[in-house]
T-cell receptor, first 113, second 112 residues
């Protein structure tokens, strides 16, 4: 969807390194989400944020961290504590009220070397 | 128990067939429900919202049964272009945040 930029599209990480995935939006949406998708699987919720300076753990938050210092940005850091980080990562946004539709970025494929 | 469960399939049906998917959810406080479609290695796209009264959009019909905590999607007169993974989505709205959970997806393949 237009208005959500995830970068980079492909990212490689050495074992033991932290890496940060970027998600920027210009839709003025309050809520932002990070999901992880493994091959043949659905999306699993990592973290989500309803407003600036506030975020909650999803179902698989261990080994990940986030920040929400600005409304437009919700970066995800994959730490060395995440033992199996290879996956497709999707960022999504949603207006606070009314329209329930999620708007997705095009995703980042993270691979461990 | 998973919060949202779907039959993973794959469903392999001939063009023109009618196919139905079900999805169950565990949290009775769930507020809203959706079906998304995902093509390989792409971001999911909203197919339709699901309302208590049931709703239809062309060849697609969605139903919600709150008492039994399941939602369904019916595709009539299936087309080759319907081949994709269909994701059931539940919004567990809470006081301070809106937790949105995806099912694991049902793969559909339409053959000529």
């Amino acid at each position: 969807d237009g208005g959500i930029t995830q970068s980079p599209k492909y990212l490689f990480r050495k074992e033991g390194q932290n890496v940060t995935l970027s998600c920027e939006q210009n839709l003025n949406h309050d809520a932002m989400y990070w999901y992880r998708q493994d091959p043949g699987q659905g999306l699993r919720l990592i973290y989500y944020s309803q407003i600036v300076n506030d975020f909650q753990k999803g179902d698989i938050a261990e080994g990940y961290s986030v920040s929400r210092e600005k409304k437009e940005s919700f970066p995800l850091t994959v730490t060395s504590a995440q033992k199996n980080p290879t996956a497709f990562y999707l960022c999504a946004t949603k207006p606070t009220a009314g329209n329930e539709k999620l708007f997705f970025g095009s995703g980042t494929q993270l691979s461990v070397l | 128990r998973k919060e949202v469960e779907q039959d993973p399939g794959p469903f392999n049906v001939p063009e023109g067939a009618t196919v139905a998917f079900n999805c169950t959810y565990s949290n009775s406080a769930s507020q809203s429900f959706f079906w998304y479609r995902q093509d390989c290695r792409k971001e999911p796209k909203l197919l339709m919202s699901v309302y208590s009264s049931g709703n239809e959009d062309g060849r697609f019909t969605a139903q919600l049964n709150r008492a039994s905590q399941y939602i369904s999607l019916l595709i009539r007169d299936s087309k080759l272009s319907d081949s994709a993974t269909y994701l059931c989505v539940v919004n567990l709205a809470a006081l301070s945040a809106s937790k949105i959970i995806f099912g694991s997806g049902t793969r559909l393949s339409i053959r000529p």
